[in-house]
C-alpha cells in the first residue's frame, strides 16, 4: 500500500484529479464462508484525520541519505505459532533514530507479533488454500529508501514485510489492519507484476467497500459494466469531499475516515458480496498462471486485466446493439491494440483497452461508453474464454514473453546487489530467482 499515487500501490489514486490519467504502477517487487465476521469489523472507526495527524507526527519518515542505514537494530524472534520457525522483529535504528525515547523493551516487537497472528489467522480464513505463507522477517522502517518509498505504507519484499511506524498506526486507527492483510498476501505470490495488486486488493476489499473505492482503477469497468451501473457517480461523490492538504495522513486515508453516504457503502458491500466469485478466480488462475497473467497485464498496460476476462467469462453479457459490420471493426481495435509490444518491449505505460476504446468512440462513431465497454467484454470472451468452457491464458509472446520474464529476474537481481537488503531477504530473493529460471527452462 502506499501514500500517493504513483508507486507499488497507486490504487490510492487521487481520484479528481487522476481518474483517466490512471499511471500503471512500475512494480519492482514487487477467502471465505465468514465473511460477516469481517464485514463486522469495518462498522467501528476509531479516530478522525486530525487525531491521526497529531498521532502519527513522531512517527513520519527519518531523513537519511539512501543506502546509508542506521547501525544500531533491535532484533526479538518471536514464533508466530507454536512448533513454526520464528520470525524475526526488526527495528533497525531504535537508539540511533530515538524510538528508545518513548518505547521501552521489546514491547514494540510482541504487538507486531501479535498483530501478525492475528492477520494471518484472518489470511487464512480468506484463503484457506494458502497453507504456507512465508514470513520470516518484519521490519519496522522509520526512514525513506528504495525498499520502503517515501510514499509507500508498507512493502512485502522477500519473505519480508517492511513497514513505517506511521503506516501502523494508520494500519490500526482507520484501516483495520487492511495494509498488514494486503502484505501477508503478496509475501505468498510466485511472480512479479500488476495482477499481485489486483488480487492483494481484491482481499481488501473483502473486508472493506471503501476501499472498492480508493482502488477504483482495479475495479471500475466490471462495477459499472455488471454491478452498479452508478459507479462513476458514485466515485465522484467519494472523491468530492475536502481532504486537508497540510496533512500528514495521506489523502486516501482521510477520505476513507471521512463520513460517506452510509446506504451506499451497504450497497457496496452487497456488490462485493456478489463479486467474490470473481475476486475467488483471480487468485486461482493468478497462482495457476503467474507469469502469463503478470505479462498480458503488462502487454496491455491493464492492472485489471485479469478480472475482466474472468467477469467476461462468468456474467452475461448484454447485446450492444450494434451492427455486425462495427463490431468486427471494433474488433480489429482490440486486437491491434492489445497485441502490441511495446509496453513489454519498450517500458511503455499505455493502457491499450483505452486507447482501443477511444479509437472505437472517434473512428466507429460509438457514442455511447456503456456501449463501448460491452464491445469490449465481447472481445475479451472471444479472445480469453474457450468455446467449451475455461480460460485460454496461453501467451504467444515467444521471444518476447522470455525476455520479459528474464528482465523480472534481472529487476530481483538488481535489489539483491543494494546494500540495505537484509541477509533474510537476500536468500529469498536468490530462491525465487532460482525458482523462476526453473520454469522459464521447462517451458522454453
Ligand atoms: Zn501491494
Not at 489470511?123 to 488454500?129: F, G, H, Q, S, Y
Not at 478480472?307 to 467469462?313: D, Q, T, V, Y
Not at 462495427?326 to 491499450?352: H, S, V
Request: net charge neutral.
Amino acid at each position: 500500500m502506499s501514500w500517493t499515487n504513483n508507486s507499488e500501490a497507486s490504487l490510492l489514486v487521487a481520484h479528481h484529479m487522476a481518474r483517466g490519467l490512471f499511471i500503471v504502477p512500475c512494480v519492482f517487487i514487487f477467502w471465505l464462508g465468514t465473511m460477516s465476521c469481517l464485514f463486522a469489523q469495518d462498522v467501528s472507526i476509531t479516530t478522525d484525520a486530525g487525531e491521526l495527524n497529531s498521532l502519527i507526527q513522531p512517527h513520519l519518515p527519518h531523513l537519511i541519505a539512501d543506502g546509508d542505514h542506521p547501525a544500531d537494530k533491535f532484533d526479538v524472534s518471536i514464533a508466530i505459532h507454536k512448533n513454526e520457525d520464528p520470525v524475526l522483529f526488526s527495528i533497525p535504528g531504535f537508539h540511533s533514530l530515538g524510538c528508545v525515547k518513548c518505547h521501552q523493551g521489546d514491547s514494540l516487537h510482541f504487538k507486531a507479533a501479535h498483530r501478525m497472528r492475528r492477520v494471518l489467522k484472518r489470511l487464512k480464513i480468506i484463503r484457506p488454500e494458502l497453507t504456507e505463507i512465508p514470513l520470516r522477517q518484519y521490519i519496522i522502517q522509520s526512514w525513506s529508501d528504495a525498499l520502503l518509498a517515501s510514499h509507500q505504507l508498507a512493502h512485502a519484499t522477500f519473505d519480508t514485510i517492511r513497514i513505517s511506524p506511521a503506516a501502523i498506526l494508520i494500519d490500526d486507527k482507520a484501516y483495520h489492519e487492511a495494509t498488514h492483510l494486503h502484505e501477508s498476501l503478496h509475501l505468498t505470490q510466485s511472480f512479479v507484476g500488476l495482477t499481485n495488486e489486483l488480487e492483494a486488493y481484491s482481499l481488501n476489499i473483502l473486508s472493506d467497500p471503501r476501499f472498492l473505492l480508493l482502488n477504483f482503477p482495479y475495479f471500475e469497468d466490471v462495477v459499472k459494466t455488471f454491478f452498479a451501473e452508478d459507479f462513476s457517480e458514485i466515485l465522484n461523490n467519494f472523491y468530492a469531499r475536502p481532504v486537508l492538504e497540510k496533512f500528514d495522513v495521506p489523502r486516501e486515508t482521510q477520505w476513507f475516515l471521512a463520513p460517506f453516504d452510509g446506504d451506499l457503502l451497504e450497497r457496496l458491500k452487497q456488490v462485493v458480496n456478489k463479486m467474490k466469485p470473481l475476486l475467488n478466480e483471480i487468485s486461482r488462475l493468478n497462482r495457476k498462471y503467474p507469469r502469463e497473467i503478470a505479462y498480458l497485464s503488462e502487454q496491455t498496460g491493464n492492472p485489471a486485466l485479469l478480472l475482466e476476462i474472468i467477469a467476461a467469462n462468468n456474467m452475461p453479457i448484454l447485446d450492444s446493439d450494434i451492427s455486425d459490420d462495427t463490431r468486427l471493426k471494433a474488433f480489429e481495435f482490440f486486437d491491434l491494440q492489445m497485441n502490441k509490444k511495446d509496453n513489454t518491449r519498450l517500458g511503455y505505460k499505455i493502457n491499450r483497452k483505452k486507447e482501443a476504446l477511444l479509437l472505437i468512440q472517434h473512428k466507429l462513431k460509438v457514442s455511447d461508453p456503456v456501449t463501448r465497454l460491452k464491445i469490449y467484454f465481447e472481445y475479451l470472451k472471444q479472445h480469453f474464454v474457450k468455446p467449451e468452457g475455461g480460460f485460454n491464458l496461453q501467451v504467444e509472446g515467444g521471444n518476447d514473453f522470455y525476455s520479459y520474464t528474464l528482465s523480472k529476474i534481472e529487476s530481483i537481481r538488481k535489489i539483491i546487489n543494494y546494500r540495505g537488503l537484509s541477509p533474510i531477504e537476500r536468500t529469498a530473493a536468490q530462491k525465487l530467482i532460482k525458482k523462476t529460471y526453473l520454469i522459464l527452462n521447462s517451458k522454453n
